[in-house]
């Protein structure tokens, strides 16, 4: 074999090692940013499930409390008619019978505190999840060598869900409404 022939395989051995390398780079890197896009807007999905779930979950909480509340009213108000029945037509009451009136439990409402927090707490996490794909998109967008195969895509659009009250503050950067009872 010739001196001249080895070196023109060489070369072109590296330009083909060359070549493949930078297509499995290339489709390596636009894989990716594919991936992370569909995991954006399926995390967007998500968000908007949990949101919803949240909103349900305290709603027919709070609901459950109300009936608890109304049945709690509606006896109440019948032993308390039955009762006193016998003072409304002039006979006196037995005073040496002692009441004792039922309790409300506040576990309920410890219970509903509880589901709140939780649920919260669940949405948060999920829209965590959201930026930080957001992130790592964003990041494959403007660092080397994947800006180069990505040159033109668009950031991933991600919608999160705070309060008017956040906005604000982070707006104007003052937090001054520190009174918890007003």
Same mark, same amino acid.
């Given at each position: 074999?010739?001196?001249?022939?080895?070196?023109?395989?060489?070369?072109?051995?590296?330009?083909?090692?060359?070549?493949?390398?930078?297509?499995?780079?290339?489709?390596?890197?636009?894989?990716?940013?594919?991936?992370?896009?569909?995991?954006?807007?399926?995390?967007?999905?998500?968000?908007?499930?949990?949101?919803?779930?949240?909103?349900?979950? *305290? $709603?027919? #909480?709070? %609901?459950?409390?109300?009936?608890?509340?109304?049945?709690?009213?509606?006896?109440? &108000? +019948?032993?308390?008619?039955?009762?006193?029945?016998?003072?409304?037509?002039?006979?006196?009451?037995?005073?040496?019978?002692?009441?004792?009136?039922?309790?409300?439990?506040?576990?309920?409402?410890?219970?509903?505190?509880?589901?709140?927090?939780?649920?919260?707490?669940?949405?948060?996490?999920?829209?965590?999840?959201? *930026? $930080?794909? #957001?992130? %790592?998109?964003?990041?494959?967008?403007?660092?080397?060598?994947?800006?180069?195969? &990505? +040159?033109?895509?668009?950031?991933?659009?991600?919608?999160?869900?705070?309060?008017?009250?956040?906005?604000?503050?982070?707006?104007?950067?003052?937090?001054?409404?520190?009174?918890?009872?007003?």
């Amino acid at each position: 074999m010739s001196k001249n022939l080895i070196i023109t395989l060489v070369v072109v051995g590296c330009i083909v090692f060359g070549i493949g390398a930078f297509a499995m780079g290339y489709f390596n890197t636009v894989n990716q940013e594919a991936q992370l896009a569909n995991q954006g807007e399926a995390q967007q999905k998500v968000c908007m499930t949990v949101f919803d779930k949240v909103w349900k979950v *305290i $709603d027919q #909480k709070v %609901q459950i409390l109300g009936a608890y509340r109304e049945d709690f009213k509606s006896i109440i &108000l +019948g032993e308390m008619t039955q009762r006193y029945q016998g003072e409304q037509k002039g006979a006196p009451m037995m005073k040496f019978i002692q009441e004792n009136n039922i309790n409300i439990s506040t576990e309920l409402y410890k219970e509903i505190m509880d589901c709140i927090e939780g649920q919260r707490a669940e949405f948060t996490t999920a829209q965590k999840r959201l *930026i $930080d794909i #957001k992130l %790592q998109h964003d990041n494959m967008l403007v660092t080397a060598p994947w800006n180069m195969f &990505l +040159g033109g895509k668009k950031p991933l659009e991600i919608k999160i869900v705070t309060s008017s009250k956040t906005e604000r503050t982070f707006e104007t950067g003052k937090e001054d409404d520190v009174q918890l009872i007003k």
